[in-house]
């Protein structure tokens, strides 16, 4: 699948701008809408989660322990959000159709072990949290203080 041009193993360099900005928006930890929602969190009151809790699959990004509630921030371009329906780089296509299957399948395994676990998981998306991280935290507060 495509390994003419991953022999280094990383990712090939995206040709198209709105994908790279998409693929900056999304590195690693503490993204910004992850930092939004928990801000929303925290003034409705809800403090004590874990970040990254890795005792459970996927480590959720934000985990209420004793509630049993995971929390995953998904980045759209990476999760590949039905909402943006971002289009697929056009270069290396196989690379990032496989890569994204992966992820997404990865998602939903991380998913189902966590309910068959007893967790309610809820997954918010990238371009919710950044359009409304107010209205994302008052649904996420209904379903913890239920
Ligand atoms: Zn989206």
Do not use: Q
């Not at 921030?73 to 909402?83: A, D, E, L, S, T």
């Amino acid at each position: 699948m495509g390994s003419e041009y991953l022999r280094d193993g990383r990712s090939p360099l995206p040709e198209n701008e709105a994908v790279s900005r998409s693929m900056r928006s999304n590195k690693g930890r503490n993204t910004s809408p992850e930092l939004m929602l928990r801000c929303a969190l925290r003034a409705l009151g809800h403090m004590g989660y874990r970040l990254n809790w890795k005792k459970v699959p996927g480590s959720p990004d934000i985990c209420f322990v004793g509630k049993k509630v995971a929390i995953f921030v998904n980045g759209c371009f990476w999760h590949r959000c039905p909402k943006c329906d971002l289009p697929l780089p056009k270069t290396h296509m196989d690379y990032w159709s496989s890569k994204f299957e992966r992820n997404m399948e990865r998602d939903k395994s991380n998913e189902e072990s966590l309910k068959a676990a007893g967790w309610t998981v809820i997954t918010v998306w990238e371009c919710e949290v950044k359009s409304s991280p107010k209205d994302v935290a008052e649904k996420i507060s209904i379903i913890l203080n239920h």
